[in-house]
């Protein structure tokens, strides 16, 4: 009696109490001071001295039954194994313990990849004028939460938990191929989609799949340094052309397509990255011919095609590419949160098949549990519902910022209310500094991006991305103010 | 009244009754039954006529009015709304929808990679002697289901479901940290740790961060595919040195180190794939010598350590590298199932940094919800009990099915048994044609490997490997029972 006295129980604690009691008597075998073979007291006993129910010790004592701390035989009651399961491990040379220390540096060089140095756009600030990142708060996460539930524990565990398709689930490619088909008016069938963990996976996968060293890609200046990143690593020469308010500089890209040999041209069409303006349809038609004639990839990413505000969305070219030239790559970052990593790619079947062998050998497979909750959630309907109503309040946030911007820094800004997206592309006064206004914005609790990350080619701008759409209304004032306070001080 | 008649509500149906009427107003309206500024019966009289709670109907409506499909006028009602939210896109070019099919072939040239053609070992049969997989049923799926609900719905949304940190959740790294110190004698903190999706992306991220093409890579020879595809990928130049019951041949690497710079070494040291031998003590003081001395890298794939059954399991090489060598990686694949991908590559600080610089051209960042549910079960002791239970489990599985290979085919099979990991590596007769009786097999819904997977080099065996763990003792009764009627046909 006396050995188990120490055993108490704290009620505040989030662990069962069961586990408490368990995990103090393996405690105490473990030292010692409960020794092999020694019987423990009925579970009526020790449920009396510890005030508890008898079940209670009943579950502590079977848990520690199944692990092997104990033993119980029939009519006698419960001993401490003779054996006890934990297996102390060998030890290599002498003294090991004391010798080591947490490396800090390795024995060997590490390579020099200058084109992976790059800022992290990312604060915990709780005001975000952020880069246009969507409101965590409106998404179905109960919805989520449930779908997971039942992914997870419903079904043979074997065949659900085991290896699964580097493609992805198939029914998430069902769901997804049906939803493109009728959102984006794509032409998919499963066999046209590479479920992936986002756009970055999309872009690193084609790089990597097609582009070889000194392969020419063109990108727009300005444009986005995470997919240039991408294709610097697969070795490739960067072209840039120009952007205006119709989207990219298409004559540009016809004079660099007579010079060389061009491999891949990469847009953001809907709501081009980072000035938020959309390519015109006459654009586009001409993009994929000049693509067909060259015989360039075009990597069309569409992050935000869902939130379109004024008049219509324009159709991705991938829904209109006969010659199978364009690879498509969305995910639903914006339309849940960055923190769900499933996105989708679609091309030619056969170069699905030949993406999915690359991740294998990268990623092995996507995680089987998440794809199959969203499936069920576009099934169910769950996340166009949650869609329509982000759109809505998204439009008003946007509608309510710019107002802001306008009537109050109007003498300092410029920008255009921008049909899509979730920020908008602001040029500041020449004479302010945004460096140090975003720095001193930080102190005051809020998070906006200096525009330096956009400032890495030729070009010298003071404009940067200010993301409306993870804030309300009440919170976009706050914002505002104190940009005034900092800009008139 | 005649308009909303045809609304049904379809009770078996999984989804809720509120999103059953929203859906179906959604689409009348749609249809443009219910037009524009049409007045909808209040919603006691709809509650009346379908014979629900009123309450139902007001979901319906508010739901409804939160899309934007009806507005409200104090006093007056609820209407159908004038612009309906659905926007319809712009398309593209003429009879677009026509013309287009799902596109089979590229456009482009898909480039040849035959390294990364590879079986995959991997089926839906009922029974399954497998490549050494886990039993999911015996995981803690309900406690994970709650970690992730809980991680999903608690705390701030922003932070929480955001862009984070591309090395792995701070937390998981903490947890890490503690229990690969505790459990493996490693010596890290979280700078050491870099969190990752399973073994397959530390291969990648380690090959494409520090080899370079005609690099020298050393692997065993019978050894692992699936690394060797990854360091082929880099443009590694690979080089094989035979394996005996005590592991890798360290004479004939020193014999390769005397003719070449190595680069890198891979070896799965505790239980060698697919050949389950452990690495014996002396020669891994040694291999850490040579590591030293010749100056390659070290890739140590712990894929299995928690799982060993005989004496102790012997510690990590990396746990007495002073030199920052080794580059250690392990996983949750076994510990709980392939589905849950998380696993960790423990290095010098600045290894790790550079490849978390890597991994966000890759893949951005993990799935910090999974990381910290992960977590959370590491810091509730939660992961550690269920691989107390589980290495019980399949102790008992191991026995009995060695027992079984032994005295029922003991005449036509070959093997070890193994100190530990999950499957036994078993010779079968030369005149046995394995192949045909793994296609028999899977016709009586058994799958086995037929060990070609294994046979991609020089040597010629009729081996396979058959894993015991993922089966009761029943159905690994039921597995003997068919290759014994196989085999003696």
Redesign the interface.
Known sequence: MQLLSSLTIDRTN??AIY?QIA?QLMGLIREGILPSGYRLMSTRQLAILLNIHRKTVVQAYD?LL???WLESQTGNGTFVAGNF?????????EN??N??????????E??I?PH???P?L?S?AGL?LDDG?P???L?P??E??RA??SQ??TGN????????DTQGSFWLRQELSTYLNE???L???T??ILVI??T??G??LVST??L?SKNNVVVSELGWA?AN??FL?AGANLLTIPVDKYGIDLDALENLCRKQRIHLLYVTSHHHYPTTVALR?DR??RLLQLS?QY?F?IFEDDYDYDF?YE?????P?A???????VLYCGSFTKAI?????VGYLV?????IK?LA??R???????????ENTIAELLQ??VIQ?HL??S??EYKHRRDYFCELLGSRLGNQVEFQIPDGGMAVWTQFDPQIDLVSIAKKALKMDMYFSDGSAHQQYSQIINTTRLGFA?LTLQELEMCVDILVKLLNK
Chains 1, 2 share one sequence.
């Open positions: 989030k662990q586990l995990n848990e199944a692990q092997g399961p934990e297996i102390q491990p060998q030890q290599l040379g090991h313990a010798n080591i220390k947490p490396n800090r540096t390795a024995g060997f590490i390579p990849m992976l140095n790059r992290v990312l915990r975000h990142f409101d965590a708060r998404a996460l109960e989520l939460s997971y539930r997870l524990l565990s074997y065949s659900r938990l085991g290896y699964g959102t984006r008016g032409k998919t069938t066999d046209n963990r986002g970055i996976m872009l690193y799949g097609f070889q995470g990143s991408n690593q349809a586009r038609i067909e015989g990839i379109h008049s219509k969305p324009i159709l070219l829904g209109a590419d006969k010659a199978g030239m949160s960055p923190a769900f990593r091309g030619p079947a056969n170069v030949h062998q690359l294998r050998i990268i990623d092995r497979q996507g995680d089987v549990i998440l169910n309907g519902r329509r109503k759109l809505r993870s």
